[in-house]
């Protein structure tokens, strides 16, 4: 039985050990040799861009549009993991995001899932008042660079706004809705995952609500 573990969306925090994939532009331009170099020196990528890119190559960070294919065959894992990724995708993405995962889980296999969490967004907004940061919070609105620099930096990091977003529940409906099942919000550092390793179950605690469901036998 395969014991293969997927982080998808990993970003900056990639898991060790396991088999970590983004769908940042900068991975494709990381696979031509000395192109991130020119890129950078001619100023067309950012210093943060060229320092993803770097640290992608280092850590084996591999290329991954998970809403269309995820790169790996029926049943190969037994764990797939996302962090605030969801929330970049429309519905429809996240719902194609979801029925590739439940194609590469394994029958008993977990999806744990963490993104922004809009009930503790909302309950602030009604605390404090202030709508401005309410939005700006959300991430649904985000000012985009415009000219040949906006354009470039797209290409090398991709969208970077948030085009949905969730609280428990509706994440719970989602995970149900695609087929999963025994779906259970999760606290902060608490995991059905066995022997989870080096997984952090309290990656960005501070604004995330995290969920698990479980691949049908």
């Given at each position: 039985m395969t014991n293969l573990r997927i982080n998808i969306g990993c970003g900056m925090t990639p898991t060790e050990g396991w088999r970590n994939f983004d769908n940042s532009p900068g991975l494709r331009l990381a696979r031509v040799p000395l192109l991130p170099e020119l890129l950078r020196r001619t100023g067309l990528i950012n210093e943060s861009q060229y320092a993803f890119i770097r640290f992608a190559r280092a850590n084996r960070i591999e290329y991954c549009d998970a809403s269309k294919k995820i790169p790996l065959g029926d049943g190969a894992a037994e764990v797939i993991y996302s962090s605030h990724m969801l929330e970049h995708l429309t519905p429809a993405g996240a719902?194609?995001?979801?029925?590739?995962?439940?194609?590469?889980?394994?029958?008993?296999?977990?999806?744990?899932?963490?993104?922004?969490d809009l009930s503790r967004q909302a309950r602030k907004y009604l605390e404090e008042g202030d709508a401005d940061a309410f939005v700006t919070a959300t991430g649904?609105?985000?000012?985009?660079?415009?000219?040949?620099?906006?354009?470039?930096?797209?290409?090398?990091?991709?969208?970077?706004?948030?085009?949905?977003?969730?609280?428990?529940?509706?994440?719970?409906?989602?995970?149900?809705?695609?087929?999963?099942t025994e779906a259970r919000v999760m606290p902060p550092g608490e995991t059905g995952i066995p022997d989870p390793g080096p997984l952090d179950p309290r990656e960005r605690e501070s604004d995330s609500v995290y969920a698990e469901a479980v691949k049908q036998a």
């Open positions: 719902r194609s995001f979801l029925r590739e995962a439940g194609r590469v889980l394994r029958p008993g296999g977990i999806i744990r899932l963490a993104v922004p649904l609105a985000v000012p985009e660079r415009r000219g040949i620099a906006g354009l470039l930096g797209r290409l090398a990091a991709g969208p970077r706004h948030h085009r949905w977003m969730y609280d428990g529940p509706s994440l719970l409906r989602l995970l149900a809705s695609s087929g999963f």
